[in-house]
Every structure is written in structure tokens, then in C-alpha cells.
């Protein structure tokens, strides 16, 4: 409104504004989290949507309030694939689902505070309390980057290459789907290193290149 925009401008904003880019995104964003490191991805998430809040904060037209928005749907899109994964590595499996629930809800949580925001905005106007929260975004996405790890450690933050070889996550998983092998004992051809497993080997060497061929 401070800005003279009307309502069908508002309705664009508060959907296909934020909404489009974040289902496109989210398909992308999967990928993502499976073969980058989830960690930097969460913290270069917040940062971007921190980004976004300061933009909104600085707007002087609806274009620019419509660019902040969709770069707050496109780097939202990363945050919970990244970080449900992180949460699957780094909880025992008894806790994951305990600690997907509060994740979950931490979700909720954080919209309805967001409502409180209302109070900032009748104190200090919505431009600076826009420039506050994404001051504050930023600060805790610098804290994420810092604190933050990825359990399996995996260097690349984006497009998997990383690590101690291209299959390195693929063998790890068929080893944990196959109990007689573990992650070493599956070469790139899928033939066990020991001659005892070597027929499981050669079942799990099949099912790893269709894993591979999957994930290309």
C-alpha cells in the first residue's frame, strides 16, 4: 500500500510471486540436497532469503517488491530438502522422526511469530523492520555456515562430484541395503573385495549402475 500498488498487484505477490518459483525450485532443490553439501546448502539458503528481506526492506517499486519475492521462493525452495537430509545423517534412526516432527513444527511456529511482526512494523515502519529481520537472517545464516556440518562431508556444494569419487554415495547406500557388504567392499564394477561375497557383489554391482544411471 505505501508503495500505491492495489490489490490484484498484492494477489501476484503473495502467490505466483513467491509460489511459482518455489514449486519449480523445490524440484530442482531435491537434487540438490542429494548430491551437495546439505549444510552449505541451508546456510546459503537463509542467506539468500535474508537477502531477499533487506530487498524488500530497500523496494521503491513493485517490481523490486516482486523480485524480493521470488528470490524469497526460489532460496526457500532449498531449505527443507537440505535440511530434512541433515537430519536423517546426523539423528540415530530411533530419533529421525522425533526430530522431523520438531523441525516440522519449528515451521508453524515461526509463521506465527512472523504475524507478531506487526508490532515492529508499528514501532519503526515496515521498511526498517524488513532491513532488521534480514540483518538478523544473516547473522544466523553466518552462524549456520560456521557451526553447521554435513555428516557425510561432502565437498561439493552443489552437483555431487566431491568426495573420494563420483559412486562413493551410491556404493555407501547399496552397502547399507546390503548387509554382507560394506561400503569398501564394493568396487565401481560392484565385485566384492572379498571372494566369500562375491555373488552378492555382482547383485549389487547391477543395482548400482541402475542407481548411478538414475541419479545422472
Keep these: 500500500i505505501d508503495l500505491g500498488f492495489g490489490e490484484e498487484q498484492y494477489g501476484l505477490l503473495a502467490s505466483f510471486g513467491f509460489t511459482l518459483l518455489f514449486t519449480i525450485c523445490s524440484l530442482v532443490a531435491g537434487r540438490a540436497a542429494d548430491s551437495g553439501n546439505r549444510a552449505g546448502i541451508t546456510a546459503a539458503a537463509a542467506a539468500g532469503w535474508s537477502v531477499a528481506t533487506v530487498g524488500q526492506g530497500l523496494a521503491n517499486s513493485f517490481d523490486s517488491v516482486l523480485g524480493a519475492r521470488a528470490l524469497t521462493g526460489l532460496t526457500q525452495a532449498f531449505t527443507n530438502p ?4 541433515l ?13 522431523n516432527s520438531i523441525y516440522s513444527s519449528a515451521v508453524y511456529v ?9 508490532l515492529l512494523d508499528n514501532q519503526i515502519g515496515w521498511r ?24 557425510e562431508a561432502r565437498p561439493a556444494f552443489f552437483g555431487g562430484k566431491g568426495g573420494s569419487g563420483d559412486g562413493d554415495g ?22 566384492g573385495a572379498d571372494d566369500g561375497v562375491e555373488e552378492g557383489a555382482s547383485d549389487a554391482g547391477v543395482q548400482a549402475q541402475v542407481i548411478e544411471l538414475l541419479c545422472v
Design 82 to 85: 537440505a535440511a530434512y537430509g
Design 87 to 99: 537430519i536423517a545423517s546426523t539423528f540415530p534412526e530411533s530419533r529421525v522422526s522425533t526430530a
Design 110 to 118: 515461526g509463521g506465527a511469530l512472523a504475524s507478531l511482526t506487526i
Design 128 to 151: 526498517d523492520s524488513s532491513l532488521a529481520i534480514g540483518a538478523l537472517g544473516l547473522l544466523l545464516a553466518g552462524v549456520s555456515a560456521v557451526f553447521l556440518k554435513d555428516p
Design 170 to 191: 551410491v556404493r555407501a547406500s547399496m552397502a547399507a541395503a546390503v548387509p554382507s557388504l560394506d561400503a569398501d567392499a564394493v568396487g565401481t564394477d560392484g565385485r
